[in-house]
């Protein structure tokens, strides 16, 4: 059986990881099988060069920020020309390789769930979205990724995700969501409004029984939409 491939996105701090959980909780009491990816770990290329690079070269601290010890990221949020075409590149890297992931994951034949934590879409919309070039390329790279079932994108206000989360300055927070906005105008993103946990998981669990009652898989429609 082919999985569901599922994926979140969205800026830092808009509840990805709650909701990671709170889906994968209820297709488990679902009966399903739940496998959870994360883009950075399980795809990106070089991803131990990258976060070193980003500590040592660009002196961002590299800490996963919480309300009672910020941390000063400074990794995607710097957008010099060099590191533009850099990262253009190894984002072209990723998206080969989550090809071969993907087309892994489907050939076993182990059905269930696959839940991306972000996925091409998060690298995509670090880029300045605004500039023709950056949305042209983008076009590119997403006809070259594995198509999704139901890809969520998890609205935030930036303020409220940096005080959850904060890391990046707050300029960088609203261009970067900003960047997804824009992204969703040709990718396929369900965009999620930003809320309560619960009532967000509720919206998240109704996008997700819609769409998948299209699928002709009937062991998966008929247990998810239960």
């Not at 994360?38 to 990258?50: C, K, M, P």
């Not at 075409?85 to 190894?90: A, E, I, M, P, Q």
């Not at 950056?134 to 070259?144: E, G, H, I, K, Q």
Request: aromatic share 8%.
């Amino acid at each position: 059986m082919t999985p569901l491939l599922i994926t979140f996105s969205g800026i830092d701090g808009a509840g990805k990881s709650t909701q990671i959980e709170k889906l994968r909780e209820y297709l488990t009491q679902q009966g399903l099988s739940v496998r959870i990816l994360t883009f950075w770990d399980n795809v990106a290329v070089l991803s131990s060069l990258r976060s070193g690079f980003s500590r040592k070269v660009l002196q961002s601290d590299g800490q996963v920020g919480s309300p009672d010890k910020p941390a000063n990221r400074n990794d995607k949020n710097t957008r010099s020309f060099p590191l533009l075409v850099g990262r253009s590149l190894l984002h072209l890297a990723d998206v080969f390789r989550l090809r071969q992931i993907i087309r892994r994951e489907r050939s076993a034949g182990n059905g269930g769930v696959i839940i991306f934590d972000r996925y091409i879409y998060d690298q995509l919309a670090a880029l300045p979205m605004h500039h023709w070039l950056a949305r042209a390329y983008a076009r590119f790279v997403l006809s070259l990724a594995p198509n999704t079932d139901v890809s969520y994108l998890l609205d935030a206000v930036p303020e409220e995700a940096r005080a959850r989360k904060p890391e990046y300055p707050i300029d960088f927070m609203r261009q970067y969501r900003s960047s997804y906005l824009e992204l969703r105008k040709f990718a396929p993103l369900s965009l999620i409004s930003a809320g309560d946990p619960d009532n967000v998981h509720v919206a998240i669990v109704a996008c997700l029984s819609a769409i998948v009652s299209k699928f002709p898989q009937p062991q998966v429609d008929s247990t998810v939409a239960a």
